[in-house]
């Protein structure tokens, strides 16, 4: 049942992914899954200091962890899904003892979550390099997605012969414009890493380094299901052994109910069927918190902070609002851009020009796979803006396109739009002269 | 059957073959050939009905297209624009050529071009394909991979030897070219010749390597449309090729055998970049006349002028 769930869940992901073209409707949030996340919600809310409108989607998470606990790395998180997935196919049969280190590990993704808050806290985004959904969003956009049009391509181009003897028009002239991204290797590399990772120990990711993980954590032991052992239970280890999240300590009728993430593996596994999950309402009597120090904690917001620090003193800060970097039209200003940006590259994705481009160091250190237009790749379409409605967290806003209005916002990079309301950006391959005065364009 | 005495005799045959000429030049009805004499049909009126009106005033489709044929139309859908923009043909022109060429019995009608910008993009907004999407037998295509592409020679190719063209375009196929009337920044005028440049691969390097005009003539030697009908119901008089720019209101079909000549007609309609000029001032215009392709001056030729 719940790998039925996650493989339901990892498609529904996929398709939404999928859907985020300039054809998107209104209506459709193709980024639903970096709306529901509330870690990237909270550090856009934190860096930015502004109220994000699609960031309240996070509620309904947060609403369901306290509710249920922490199903949705079980059920829901489509890198849980993947993850779960490789493991099956790479590491199953692979012999994984304990890690002598686990406990301290297991305090690291509570340090990184202290981390990337603390740094939030100084305005600067660094969540996105770790968060789930972003690192997996990323993945599909960079590398997945352009993969997926290569082998579709290398498809149509082998049955070409047929669909021509067929008659078939229009899938024999059927071609795909390959899209192409700067740092495809470099995020193949992480997601290669993350799954490798689990040749250690399953889910290791889950268990030591996800931060998203550790926030729900921080809710769940207050969900209303909890594992119960029953007396039955001779102890013979089996969930343990078993428990992907190592949720079960020496003695098998306590859980650590934080890492618990309700899969219900050790309830299938146990020869005894001891194990059952119930609804209780017992409330925070049994909270077990975060085992973080307190020594740790204080290390990670001085890590935090000090990341921080390193990323907003540098000369690439003061000179963010002049520099010729140009972004996504409808863009925030600069430095407001750069805080609220979660960098999950769904407006890469779906940028149908393959214009927008993951930057590298050209904003400065924490301006990491921000989009940017790269003008040689092609023009920016000018009545398009799906950009805008597949950020999550509208560092990049909806623009409702046809007029041109001033900005109120002098230094914003978005494209020019000219007196007949046109943008002419790039609109000859970034050649555009226009003798019309120009003017910011923003609603 | 050799010997056979029952077959007519060559006397008989010369006898009927030659009456039968007679017959047939004296009593030839002049008001049908009447059409077939004009070089130019001038048609003013809504793009739908002018363009009926001006394939008719050519000849009638029939004239290009027979049974069983392949057609290529080659309409401007370079740009992701609205047609009010005026930089690309109206939808309702091509249609009106598409269903005219299925009436006429064609095979199959393929709407191409090489678009500029995103093919998607282009057939969606330029509204041609949405508006050949009930007509069976008719595909509208932008096309913008090499695959789609093969080379040929170009034999009286003075800056060009070889070109890759659209391989639809080969074996066979009628060629009717629908452009749209439209300013250019390089070549000035926009108009029926060069628009064959969305009919091949390497666009580019017209504007760089060698003398884009001279590269349009050597084109036009090798790629010939039976048929051009210029789009001149709107006309983009600045700001092409891709606009926005000053668009006027001609209301013209132009259409017409001879390819330089409904250029040269076209370049005379409106006020360009806000001068009048003729079709001998269009350099590429020019070298496609000097070359034999075509009538240039307008006063030689014979026009049809008509309104729907």
Known sequence: ?443 | MIGDKRGISRRQFLKVTAAGVTFGLAGYPPFLSAAEEVDLAVISGEPAAATRKALEVVGGIARFVKKGQRVVIKPNMSFARTPDFAATTHPQVVVAVAHACIDAGAKEVLVLDHTLQRAELCLDRTGIRDACRNIPGVHVLALQDRKFFREIRIPQGKVLERVEVLTDLLDNAVLINVPVAKSHSTTGVSLGLKGLMGLIWDRESFHYRFNINEGIADLATVIKPQLTILDATRAMASGGPGGPGDVKKPNLIIAGVDPVAVDSYGVGIVPWHGRNFKGRQVEHLLAAHQRGLGKIDVEKLRIYKGTV
């Open chain 1, 1 to 443: 049942m719940r790998k039925t769930v996650q493989a339901l869940s990892l498609l529904i992901f996929t398709a939404f992914f999928l859907l985020a073209t300039y054809r998107l409707p209104d209506w459709l949030p193709a980024d639903l899954y970096l709306r529901i996340d509330p870690l990237l919600g909270l550090n856009a809310l934190l860096a930015s200091r502004e109220m994000i409108g699609r960031v309240l989607w996070s509620l309904i998470l947060i609403g369901a962890t306290l509710a249920v606990g922490r199903f949705f790395c079980a059920y829901v998180c489509p890198l849980g899904a993947a993850i779960d997935g490789f493991d099956f196919l790479l590491f199953r049969k692979v012999r994984r003892a304990a890690l002598r280190t686990d406990s301290t590990l297991r305090r690291w993704k509570y340090g990184l979550l202290v981390i990337f808050f603390a740094a939030a806290a100084t305005g600067v985004s660094l969540v996105y390099f770790m968060d789930p959904i972003a690192l997996l969003t990323r993945f599909y956009a960079f590398f997945l997605y352009p993969l997926l049009i290569t082998v579709a391509n290398i498809l149509l181009d082998l049955l070409r012969p047929l669909f021509q003897g067929l008659g078939w028009v229009g899938l024999a002239h059927q071609h795909n414009p390959q899209p192409v991204f700067y740092m495809t290797a470099v995020t193949l590399l992480i997601f290669g890493a993350v799954i490798a990772l689990n040749r250690l120990a399953p889910r290791f990711w889950c268990r030591y380094l996800c931060p998203l993980g550790a926030l729900l954590s921080l809710i769940s032991p207050l969900g209303v299901f909890r594992r119960r052992v029953s007396p039955e239970c001779d102890l013979c280890m089996v969930c343990r052994k078993g428990c992907p999240m190592g949720a079960i300590g020496e003695d098998p009728f306590k859980t650590v109910s934080a890492d618990c993430i309700q899969c219900r593996e050790c309830a299938g596994i146990c020869p005894q069927k001891a194990i059952s999950y119930p609804a209780s309402f017992s409330g925070v009597g049994e909270y077990s918190g975060p085992d973080l120090s307190r020594r740790g904690f204080v290390y990670s917001v001085g890590g935090g902070l000090t990341l921080g620090f390193l990323s907003l003193r540098t000369p690439f800060t003061s000179l963010q609002g002049r520099r010729q970097l140009i972004r996504p039209p409808g863009a925030l200003p600069e430095t407001a851009f750069l805080r609220t940006c979660i960098r999950c590259g769904e407006c890469m994705k779906s940028c149908i020009t393959n214009t927008l481009q993951p930057s590298l160091w050209e904003s400065g250190f924490s301006g990491l796979w921000t989009p940017k237009l790269e003008l040689r790749m092609a023009a920016c379409e000018p009545n398009c803006n799906v950009c805008g409605k597949v950020c999550p967290t509208q560092a990049i806003r909806s623009l409702s396109m046809g007029l041109a209005k001033l900005s109120p916002w002098q230094d914003t990079q978005a494209p020019f739009f000219n007196s007949s309301a046109t943008c002419t950006l790039g609109s000859r391959a970034g050649l555009a002269a226009t003798s019309a005065p120009v003017l910011p364009c923003c609603s």
